[in-house]
């Protein structure tokens, strides 16, 4: 199964239409190419599997196939959505509102070493979890770092270190006289106590894990040998006792704080339209937004919405809805390149559109470089030559012109190869349809197709050795009348073109044979069992398949 391409910003997706033939795909690549020259950030796509033949024709050039496109939906990547830096889940609650305060933000995303999202911590979060802070073991209870409490404090250490913390205490102040300090203070407790030698020493005695002398107090020599001999640490604050008693509960790290279970998080790729559900359901003031190894990349609100981004396309080798990338109403299309009949593609403004009357989108592509004055690598020339060899079957399609054979000479003077010896490997690699399954064949170059209120689907094979489709017509003939009844067709056909004797088999399913008959004036009868009729010297749907069914239509 193929991965479908993740979408990039900022660029312009340049496809041909679905179900690709080689034109489709070579015209995307060399376009590509040409508006690099220019300046643009363009980047070839497929809107489906390459057949047998233009893989021949990428392969002979050494020339990767584009990427896959599946969709052009706005996503959420498209969006201009906030980027917040992230927090370690360590840091006080005090470093967070600070960091909430400078950054004029109500929300932090929480990560882990490897930057994987774990939760977020809210100005909700913080005030909540502060207001209710009642306990004396709340530092203990939250597993507070040594270092959190010396920032918070912004006090001095002078005295141990994180070996030596035990957060196994709560947190008291030493406002009884020594003597009273054992009916409050047990072993591991932190206490808060002012200049006073002599309940510093008890502190320690009793067995207080930290001692946070305030007002900027000392601790002589005394004090210090007894720390050092009860593994007790020492810091130094210069806030006063009532303001460091406040403060110390704000070193608490902001894990014990966030909120990690039941959040309502999107991917980078999800579509628009899909989230603005959840966000109608949950109503949150924003949601965090990861890629696909979980990291955070942001967070999306529904104001975000109004500031979409829509992707820019150029559509080249079509110019209708059926035939084009779904979500084509959600982007804004610049140019449409093309040399069949105008279709019913729609824009929200005026756009560049190049349509002529020749056999193969290349045939404009390559002259689009040489009205320029540029010359195509030799490689994208032989792409832009291979490509009008196939949709003009070597001249021999009614679509061919004269310009298409100029064009063709001209690119393969410049990629060096012999349209004769070329066009041979190429049609003999692409014409091999054996071990091919009903829906390969169907779809291989497959275009719907839009008359009032018909709908009919035109499928097409180029080959060299057209009995090997039609032995297995029965099942071709089958698998045709069921798409005919789940897509509800009026009209299936699919064109086997003999590239050699030149001419075509065309089989038919749906409820209107009568289109049929009246398109190339032959009786099949409306209840007859006949699917098929072959057309001597009809090669090209475009030319002497889809003008007559419009003909029978009018």
């Not at 015209?27 to 070839?44: Q, R």
């Not at 992707?311 to 959600?330: A, F, P, R, Y």
């Not at 989108?361 to 009008?388: E, V």
């Amino acid at each position: 199964m193929e991965q479908e391409v993740f979408i990039l910003k900022d660029v312009i997706y340049i496809m041909g239409h679905k179900n690709p033939d080689t034109d489709s795909i070579c015209a995307a690549i060399a376009y590509s190419e040409f508006k690099k020259i220019l300046g643009f950030n363009a980047v070839p796509v497929r809107l489906g599997d390459i057949n047998n033949e233009t893989k021949y024709v990428l392969e002979y050039f050494n020339i990767p196939a584009p990427i896959l496109l599946t969709t052009v939906k706005t996503q959420v990547s498209d969006l201009d959505i906030d980027v917040v830096n992230p927090v370690a889940p360590d840091i006080s609650i005090k470093s967070a509102w600070t960091i909430m305060k400078k950054n004029n933000v109500k929300v932090l995303p929480v990560i882990d070493e490897n930057n994987k999202f774990l939760g977020i911590v809210s100005l909700s979060d913080i005030t909540e979890k502060y207001m209710d802070i009642l306990e004396k073991d709340v530092i203990s209870a939250s597993r507070t770092p040594l270092q959190n409490i010396v920032d918070t404090l912004q006090a001095k250490l002078v005295y141990g270190d994180r070996e030596f913390f035990k957060e196994t205490g709560n947190v008291l102040v030493a406002a009884m006289a020594p003597n009273d300090m054992e009916l409050y203070i047990n072993e591991g407790d932190i206490v808060i106590t002012g200049n006073r030698k002599d309940s510093q020493l008890k502190a320690i005695s009793i067995g207080a894990s930290c001692l946070i002398i305030t007002c900027n107090g000392q601790a002589d020599d005394e004090v210090l040998d007894a720390a050092r001999k009860h593994n007790c640490v020492v810091m130094v604050t210069p806030w006063d006792t009532f303001n460091t008693a406040r403060l110390i509960n704000q070193s608490i790290p902001v894990e014990s704080t966030m909120t990690r279970d039941n959040i309502v998080s999107f991917e980078i790729d999800d579509y628009v339209d899909d989230i603005k559900d959840k966000m109608l359901q949950t109503r949150y003031r924003s949601y965090p937004v990861l890629d696909e190894l979980g990291r955070i990349k942001g967070f999306v609100a529904r104001y975000h919405l109004i500031s979409q981004r829509r992707k820019k396309v150029i559509l080249l080798d079509h110019n209708e809805i059926s035939l084009t990338v779904d979500g084509i109403e959600q982007a804004d299309i610049l140019e449409i390149i093309d040399h069949h009949r105008i279709g019913d593609i729609q824009t929200l403004n005026p756009v560049y559109f190049k349509n002529e009357p020749v056999g193969s989108t290349s045939t404009i592509i390559a002259n689009m470089y040489f009205d320029n004055g540029l010359k195509p690598q030799k490689r994208i020339a032989g792409l832009l030559c291979a490509a009008i060899l196939s949709d003009t079957l070597k001249f021999k399609s009614p679509t061919n012109t004269p310009m298409d054979r100029t064009t063709a000479l001209r690119l393969a003077d410049i990629a060096g190869i012999d349209i004769d010896a070329f066009a041979s490997a190429m049609f003999k690699e692409g014409s091999s349809l054996k071990g091919k399954t009903p829906e390969e064949l169907l779809y291989q170059d497959f275009k719907e197709f839009r008359f009032g209120k018909y709908k009919i689907g035109i499928g097409q094979i180029n080959t060299t050795d057209k009995d090997s489709v039609l032995h297995i017509r029965e099942e071709l003939s089958e698998y045709m009348q069921q798409v005919c009844r789940n897509k509800s067709y009026n009209l299936i056909m699919l064109i086997v073109t003999d590239i050699i004797n030149e001419g075509s088999e065309i089989m038919f399913e749906g409820n209107d044979k009568w289109l049929i008959s009246k398109a190339f004036n032959i009786d099949v009868g409306a209840d007859s069992r006949k699917n098929s009729i072959y057309l001597k010297g009809v090669m090209s749907r475009k030319k002497q398949i889809v003008p007559f069914l419009m003909a029978a239509l009018e």
